[in-house]
């Protein structure tokens, strides 16, 4: 990008609204940490720089407000901004770079069934046909018949498609694992390995390419934020990569720019606007200790949530169960119990930086709640999570 324009984050809770703000805007923009050096921000040459949450000795810093009145006279005639952001413009860009960065060689793509790979795939396809392989390893902790309907999607299309069952080794290296961080790491630098063998297989494919967003990347910490959590496709990447080159061309996207990509591309809206699911999966919507029993009483209790609210008009940004692994007495059957609470949690949101708790109507909660209290076996008490993004994850972790 030829114009940039850098927030610096000093805490401000709504920095990727800003950011969206900036780039609805026509303008590049990307967000570094309020403690980023001066030789960091002036590296990258901004044309401005905008001061979120705080106020520091930088010339041309703006104490501001973001309404976008202000924020279109500071961006066109203070910084004198071209306004030359434009998707399709990026698209075009992306598939050149791509196609002189790979020349004839071969891609592994890690293809998890979820927006941002797809997106991935589809731009892959149109940049170097024919050039990659899609691997989609199921962990084992999909959602209910999920690893069966990516495999049909994705089977179905001109693609090489290969699904890994890989769920008892995911398993048994999280066994015994409590903490939700180390469990999204050992996770993340699992699917690394997997691939690696995978690639081996092919006579070692030199590129690893993945649909890292740019979300993802503030997430997980570093240079262009505080920690959250890592994403399994960022903090959690081992510093070992028996690969040439690492291709995350989605990385400085957000969401609905990737979404918008995807819909360029002529991808269905199943697929497109296909609600998001962690990369670690159910492994961190189980609490505490992942097992095969919590995973299957997980699955069934998702999947009612997923079939009722996904015929809300219209649906939640995201909605899905968590195995709290907090037992509470019950009665069933005219007996005492001692089951597990299951969560339901739904949030509405443009891009899931923030996100605000879903109005599911009443008696849409008590029909869930319900069914899974009645129709899984081991589940007697269900709660409804009314947390928004911040402070609240949408994510339990």
């Keep these: ?79 004198k901004a071209k306004g030359d952001y434009n998707l ?41 046909p024919g050039q990659t392989t899609c691997v989609f390893v199921d962990h084992g902790f999909m959602r209910k018949n999920e690893g069966d309907e990516i495999e049909a999607i994705f089977s179905a299309r001109e693609l090489d498609f290969v699904r890994v069952n890989a ?14 961080e180390e469990k999204r790491k050992i996770i993340g630098e699992e699917f690394v390995r997997v691939f690696e063998d995978e690639s081996k297989r092919y006579g070692r494919l030199p590129f690893f390419a993945q649909g890292t967003n740019y979300a993802d990347r503030i997430e997980s910490g570093g240079i262009h934020g505080e920690l959250i959590k890592s994403h399994h496709n960022v903090g959690g990447l081992p510093e070992r990569l028996d ?36 990369g670690p999966g159910l492994a961190i919507r189980v609490m505490g200790e992942v097992t095969t029993p919590k995973l299957e009483l997980l699955r069934e209790a998702d999947a009612i949530v997923r079939e009722v609210f996904g015929k809300l008009n219209p649906p939640p940004s995201q909605y899905f169960a968590v195995h709290t692994n907090t037992p509470t007495v019950g009665i069933k059957g005219g007996k005492r ?15 899931f930086m923030t996100a605000s708790c879903t109005e599911i109507p009443y008696t849409v909660l008590q029909e869930v709640a319900g069914r899974i209290s009645s129709e899984v076996d081991g589940v007697s008490r269900v709660v409804y999570d009314l947390s928004s993004k911040p402070p609240g994850s949408v994510e339990w972790e």
Excluded: H, W
């Design 1 to 79: 990008m030829k114009e940039l324009v850098v927030i610096l984050d000093f805490g401000y809770l709504q920095r990727e609204e800003l950011a969206r703000k900036v780039r609805a805007l026509n303008v590049y923009c990307e967000i570094l940490p309020g403690s980023a050096s001066r030789e960091v921000i002036m590296e990258k040459e901004p044309i401005g720089i905008i001061c979120a949450g705080g106020f520091i000795e930088l010339p041309g810093i703006p104490s501001m407000e973001y309404e976008e009145g202000k924020l279109r006279d500071f961006l066109f005639n203070v910084c």
């Design 88 to 128: 399709q413009s990026f698209l075009q860009e992306m598939i050149t770079r791509i196609r002189e960065d790979v020349g004839d060689k071969k891609v592994l793509l890690a293809l998890s069934g979820g927006v941002d790979s797809s997106v991935l795939a589809a731009v892959l396809s149109k940049a170097i």
């Design 167 to 180: 769920g008892e080794r995911f398993l048994a290296k999280i066994k015994g694992v409590t903490e939700p």
């Design 243 to 278: 690969f040439d080159q690492l291709i995350e061309p989605l990385s400085t996207l957000f969401k609905n720019e990737v979404r918008e990509i995807g819909t360029m591309l002529g991808l269905p809206n199943e697929l497109v606007y296909r609600q998001p699911f962690p």
């Design 337 to 351: 119990t001692y089951d597990p609470v299951i969560a339901i949690r739904a949030v509405t949101t443009v891009d």
